[in-house]
Structure formats: structure tokens, C-alpha cells
């Protein structure tokens, strides 16, 4: 078992395209997790799609083994999230197994919106955050400028704020400095009870479900019996292991460690993300608090262009849902298109990441309806209902009061394009709530009908 105080557990946090991967790929190849010939672009990128595209949607975990300048070896599980808001959910849940967060800025674009919503769930979630000034090599960089802009913006000491080049490798070994001092160790007694959380699940058609874990007190190690503390089932631990980024079987994970199980679970229903794992004969006191229940917001039907394809469709989406927490599903029907699901997303590029992974793995051919959102109405005889599709709209006469969904937005914009941006949200029946400035750039909190955003 590693030495408790030799842990650092961390994520890499930043606005799209603000360089998380590219420095993740710099810090595996510092640390020599993979050899020079096995090194590619996107390392911890494991999806076609993801490589594709050009972004990260699932957040990925490896294990790096790094010597400091002070002789002692130190176990670093670094976890790479999604930049894009649709793919938050990810990052919250990685950011609950973290003691601290490099929060990685761009030096040319500085703060943007990304980079504000993902260090408040870093605070919220009590992680330590180290500063660091990505793109130095960049003509363009102006670092000095970045760092004052983080300072006004969120309040972060940038003094010892770290300029790095994640493309050139210029400034990695001050980053792997800073992380072993400045990221907090783990606190857990290694022989109280077990407590994990489960942080993340994907279905492997020949071991079953793979759990992700952090370990917060006691052990966990092959051929224990555990219960998951939300679900109530038991389950005996077949494998236990980390990710090194290739997985790699081990004896046991103790407090503070990140690593996998695998437990021969083939029912979907009995992994939820959040959940509490302990130890049979052993429970702890109280679950952890676990992750808050995800809120869709873009609403589409999804259907088999053959109906015999509906219940491979079925299982496709529960496989799905184990390794996407925040997408949802419900069977519905139509005249037109026959049996499918209604599903809930966080946006529409989550939406068409979802479509488009259904059709690539499970090679399904599907029909997606229109995005739609919802709307709640209070009937006259008491009764509360929630319209997805225009054409269940009841009786008017029957209706007491109807209420849409919307969003409060933060929008950080440069003075020059204020007035357009102004001008967009009044048109889509937005109201304005607040207009401050920081530097020459303006953030606009304004509420605003869902249904005009999404459209």
C-alpha cells in the first residue's frame, strides 16, 4: 500500500481549447508512464470521436510515478476532464476525488467562460488550485496581463503562477514541483472501515461492468465482499487495479488512491455514479454525499429506423447511461415513428456526441426527432404535468398556468461586441441582471428562456 502522504490527486480544469490534454500528454511523457514509440497526440483521449473532434468528453485517469528534487517518490493520479459545458457533469465528478486542480489558462485568450464555471466547482468541491499560464511560446502570449485578469476575475494569488508550454514541454518540471507541494495529500485511516466512492463505470462486453474508485478510508483488495451502500447490492471484487494509462492489476488500493474494480456486475441498473462502496462485514457509519442528481435541460426522441432494433436500442442505451451519467431515458411511442425513447441531454452538442456514439459502438441506425424543451403546467383540477411534445398539449380551458424553463447566463464579451450581444439577448426575451467590467472585456448576467437558447 503507498505511503498516504506521498499521494497527490489532481485535475486539469480550463476553458475549450486552453491546452488540458496537451499538458496531460506532457506530464505522462515526464513522468515516463508510456514509452517514447507508444506516445501519441490526445493520449488519454481514448474515443475516436474525441480524436476526431479534436476535444475531450470523457475524463480520463492515470497513475504517474514522479522522483522530486527532494529524493522522495510520489504517486500522482491525474485526472484530464472536458472543457465544454455540456460534458460539466464530468468535471464535477472528477474534482470530488481531487485534493487540488491546475487550473490551466491560455496566455493569448485569457480567462473565458469555462475557466470561471469550472475553478467555482473546484472551490465548491474544497480543492487547492495551482495557476498555470499555458501557450508561453505563443507571439501572442501576454502572461503578466492573464495573470492580473485572473487575479480580478477570480481572486487567485497569480505571483507564483506557473508559465508553461504544454506543446514544447518548456516549464513541465516547475508543474510537477508545484503539484507534489502545493496539492494537499489525502487524509484516510487505512484500517478503518471501507469507504469509495464510485466516480465513474463503463461496460466491457467480456468483463462486465469496470468501476473507477476513490478510496477515502480503509482498504479494498481482490476477493472482498462489498456493498454498494445506495443500490444495496452485494458484490465480491474479482480484480482490483490502476490505470498507468494502461490498466495494470495491483493487490489492494488504500486511502487516498484511485484505481478500478471489477466486480462480474452484467446488470447496468446496479452501478450508480456517486454511490458509497464498504466493506459486507464491515460497513462504514455514512455514505459519502455523492454527486447532485444531473438536470437536463435539451430534450429529443431517439428511434430505430428498423422496430426490431428497439430492445437492442434499449440495452444500448443502459450500457450507455453507465459510462454517461448525465444523459436520461424513457420509453415512449409514436404514430409516426413507432417505439423509442424520449432522452435528456445537457446541450446539443452532448446530444449529437450521444447519437453519434450510439451509431459508432453499438452500431445502431437511428431517426432523432427535433430538440425540444420542457414546459410545466398547473391544471385547474390540481395536478401538476410536465409537456414534452406539442402534440399532448391539453384542452386550454383546462389549464390554470403554464411555465417555461430558463436559464440564468454569465456572458463574458469584449467591449466591441457588447452592444450586438446586447441587442441578441433583448431579442430573445431575455432580462438583464447585472453588467459589470473587468479590464476591456464585460460580463453580462442575464435570465433567459430556454427554449430561445436552445433554438
Not at 171 to 196: M, R, S, T
Not at 260 to 271: A, W
Amino acid at each position: 500500500m503507498t505511503d498516504i502522504s506521498r499521494i497527490r490527486n489532481f485535475s486539469i480544469i480550463a476553458h475549450i481549447d486552453h491546452g488540458k490534454s496537451t499538458l496531460a500528454d506532457r506530464l505522462i511523457q515526464a513522468c515516463h508512464a508510456v514509452e517514447l514509440r507508444d506516445m501519441t497526440a490526445q493520449m488519454l483521449d481514448n474515443m475516436d470521436i474525441e480524436k476526431e473532434r479534436g476535444i475531450t468528453i470523457k475524463s480520463q485517469t492515470v497513475r504517474l510515478n514522479y522522483t522530486a528534487t527532494d529524493g522522495n517518490d510520489y504517486i500522482l493520479n491525474l485526472m484530464d476532464t472536458p472543457g465544454h459545458v455540456d460534458f460539466a457533469y464530468e468535471v464535477s465528478r472528477c474534482l470530488a476525488a481531487c485534493e487540488g486542480s491546475l487550473l490551466v489558462v491560455d496566455a493569448s485568450q485569457g480567462v473565458e467562460a469555462q475557466t470561471l464555471a469550472n475553478v467555482y466547482q473546484a472551490l465548491d468541491n474544497n480543492n487547492e488550485i495551482v495557476p498555470v499560464l499555458n501557450k508561453i511560446d505563443l507571439p501572442a502570449a501576454e502572461p503578466e496581463r492573464v495573470a492580473q485578469q485572473i487575479e480580478d476575475m477570480i481572486g487567485i494569488d497569480c505571483t507564483d503562477a506557473l508559465h508553461v508550454s504544454a506543446k514544447t514541454g518548456l516549464g513541465i518540471p516547475d508543474l510537477l514541483e508545484a503539484i507534489v507541494h502545493k496539492v494537499p495529500a489525502p487524509k484516510g485511516d487505512p484500517k478503518a472501515a471501507l469507504k469509495a466512492l464510485l466516480v465513474d463505470s463503463w461496460y466491457d462486453t467480456y468483463l462486465g461492468v469496470i468501476i473507477l474508485i476513490r478510496v477515502f478510508e480503509g482498504t479494498i483488495r481482490k476477493g472482498q465482499k462489498i456493498r454498494m451502500m445506495n443500490a444495496g447490492s452485494t458484490h465480491t471484487v474479482e480484480a482490483v487495479g490502476t490505470f498507468t494509462p494502461k490498466k495494470v492489476a495491483v493487490g489492494e488500493l488504500g486511502p487516498g488512491e484511485v484505481g478500478y474494480i471489477q466486480t462480474g456486475i452484467k446488470m447496468v441498473d446496479e452501478c450508480n455514479v456517486g454511490d458509497t462502496i464498504t466493506d459486507e462485514k464491515n460497513l462504514t457509519d455514512a455514505p459519502l454525499p455523492g454527486f447532485k442528481p444531473v438536470q437536463p435541460v435539451v430534450f429529443c426522441g431517439l428511434y430505430p429506423t428498423e422496430s426490431s432494433d428497439f430492445e437492442n436500442l434499449k440495452d444500448s442505451l443502459a450500457k450507455l447511461r453507465l459510462n454517461d451519467a448525465s444523459f436520461s431515458f424513457e420509453a415512449e411511442s409514436s404514430n409516426a415513428l413507432g417505439f423509442g425513447f424520449r432522452c435528456g441531454f445537457l446541450g446539443l452538442l452532448h446530444l449529437e456526441i450521444i447519437q453519434e456514439r450510439l451509431e459508432r459502438e453499438f452500431d445502431l441506425d437511428l431517426i432523432t426527432t427535433a430538440p425540444s424543451v420542457v414546459y410545466k403546467l398547473h391544471m385547474t383540477d390540481g395536478r401538476e404535468i410536465e409537456l414534452h411534445n406539442p402534440a399532448d398539449y391539453p384542452d386550454v380551458t383546462k389549464i390554470e398556468t403554464m411555465y417555461e424553463s430558463w436559464i440564468h447566463a454569465t456572458i463574458f464579451v469584449p467591449d466591441e461586441h457588447l452592444g450586438n450581444v446586447l441587442a441578441l439577448c433583448t431579442e430573445k426575451r431575455g432580462e438583464q441582471a447585472n453588467l459589470t467590467y473587468v479590464g476591456s472585456r464585460a460580463l453580462v448576467e442575464y435570465k433567459l428562456p430556454l427554449n430561445e437558447v436552445v433554438f
